[in-house]
């Protein structure tokens, strides 16, 4: 794991008349209060082991008409489904994720109208699979059935919460330290806090890790390894000082 300290802004009011606050790096913000208060922020990022896989297998197939397209899709994709089946215990998932049927057009002659001249079918299943291991043997039995696209691979924790937690403790204490670090510093101590917020970046909502598809070779026998989850968080103090 490793801890990480970011931005800090102090705002000091005196005799009712607010002084210019020091910025101390580039996340500093300038604040106005009726109280003395010093600003900081923590973050903290917390090394997790995966326990849960998300692969996204496909099967596209093409015909002359949409039924024809749609039954070979249909046949192959059973296959595939049959034989995962076989493989996948009880705790692990599998759904359908989306399905489509498009009219493939021909580049028309110049003053000519667009024709179709073929179809396309695409059914897409994602497949949760709770032991890791077995992540390469259910993309392997996908394509030797007759899938013919794995467009998504994703590594998870089935519950985050812990891993969070921790990380929003040590985010926590690393923004109490600092904002105690700067009241000392500048002959002052910590009174009460104020407020105290998690930051949440949209993008690091999610805590899976996405691993390249593999190839779509049967032999070797696709190896994956999944590796750590970061679990960041971010914690905005702010607390009452004095002298």
Known sequence: ??????????VLIALGQPLLAQRLSIDAAVRTSDKSYVQAT???T???KPDQATIEIGVVTQGATAEAAAAQNARQTE????????????SDQLKTVGYSV????QIPKPGASATIGSYTATNDVVVT????????????????????????LQFGLKDPQAARSQALRQAATQAKA????????????????LSAEEYQDPEEFGLAKKAPP????????????????????TIVLRVEVAP
Request: charged share 20%; with cysteine.
């Open 129 to 152: 699979v709770s032991d890791l291991a077995r992540v390469g043997k259910v993309i392997d039995a996908a394509l030797l059935s007759g899938a013919n696209r794995v467009q998504r």
């Open 42 to 44: 923590g973050e903290a």
């Open 79 to 90: 296959a595939v489904l049959e034989d995962l089946r076989k493989i996948l215990s009880g």
């Open 178 to 193: 600092s904002a105690e670090a700067i009241a000392s510093g500048l002959g002052l101590h910590v009174v009460r806090v």
């Open 102 to 105: 498009r009219p493939n057009f």
């Open 46 to 48: 917390v090394s997790a």
């Open 214 to 233: 593999p190839p779509p070779t049967a032999a070797p026998a696709t190896q994956v390894e999944a590796g750590n989850l970061e679990v960041s968080a």
């Open 1 to 10: 794991m490793n801890d990480k300290c970011a931005a800090v802004a102090i």
